[in-house]
């Protein structure tokens, strides 16, 4: 069964850091594509982040550059998002996502991606 589970979720004050991360069981995450994706409460969901195969090519949109940084543990078939200097505009649902097509590059678009987690809470609050 393929599964993608999130985790490193929280409350934090602004400014503060988190690490998220993403297990994969049932398949391997080393050929595929990953992105990271949020929603907060009545806004559309946002990519942040995605990694392509191999790890060559990330990602990362506007408003999180130079704060998150996105990452491939192959051996552990996990995927972090490191998330520095929070604002209170980041919390949201977290979701991670992998694209079926492998050895492909990524895209900051939701619908290059077929398999979701069920996402981890972040709350940036002081």
């Known amino acids: 069964q393929l599964q993608l589970v999130e985790s490193g979720g929280g409350l934090v004050q602004p400014g503060g850091s988190l690490r998220l991360s993403c297990v994969a069981s049932?398949?391997?995450?080393?050929?595929?594509?990953i992105g990271w994706f949020r929603q907060a409460p009545g806004k559309e969901r946002e990519a942040v982040s995605c990694?392509?195969?191999?790890?060559?090519?990330?990602e990362y949109s506007e408003s999180v550059k130079g704060r998150f940084t996105i990452s491939r543990d192959n051996a552990e078939n996990t995927v972090n998002l490191q998330m520095n200097n929070l604002k209170p505009e980041d919390s949201g649902l977290y979701y991670c996502a992998a694209r079926r097509t492998v050895f492909s590059l990524c895209r900051l678009d939701s619908g290059d991606y077929e398999d979701w987690g069920q996402g981890t809470q972040v709350t940036v609050s002081s």
């Open positions: 049932g398949f391997s995450l080393d050929y595929r594509a």
């Open positions: 990694m392509s195969t191999g790890g060559g090519n990330t």
